[in-house]
């Protein structure tokens, strides 16, 4: 991976940290590494745990949809993350997947889809 697309990620993901505190979810960990891949960002929304995939984008050509980024794979290998993530939990809490999605150019846009997939 690239300085940039390092630095890309990054900056989408502190976004997407403040934008989920600022709905009042409290952001529990980020960048949780596991076997199967990496959490972005683990939340807690009420009595629920949010698995959050951030997708960062410098530039997206207008009317380009970056969710279709988290593919039916990425999907599953997220949900892997998860289930090794959730091995902690004496008792599993309610889960949701969300992603968010963060688009510099040509025009800044911020878009949360609570709930996007489910396993």
């Given amino acids: 991976m690239t300085l940039a697309r390092k630095a890309t990620g990054a900056w989408g993901e502190d976004l ?8 009042g979810m409290t ?9 199967y891949g990496e959490l972005d960002i683990v939340a807690q929304d009420g009595t629920t745990l949010v698995f959050v995939d951030v997708k960062a984008f410098e530039q997206l050509a ?29 008792r599993v809490p ?3 997947f969300d992603v968010v999605t963060v688009v510099r150019a ?5 878009e949360h889809h609570v709930g996007a997939f489910t396993l």
């Fill in 27 to 35: 952001v529990l960990e980020r960048n949780v590494r596991s076997t």
């Fill in 94 to 96: 309610l889960c949701r």
């Fill in 62 to 90: 207008l009317g380009a949809d970056p969710s279709e980024n988290v593919h039916r794979s990425k999907q599953r290998r997220i949900g892997r993350c998860a289930l090794q993530y959730l091995i902690r939990f004496k």
């Fill in 106 to 110: 040509p025009q800044f846009r911020l």
């Fill in 16 to 23: 997407a940290a403040q934008h989920l505190q600022s709905r």
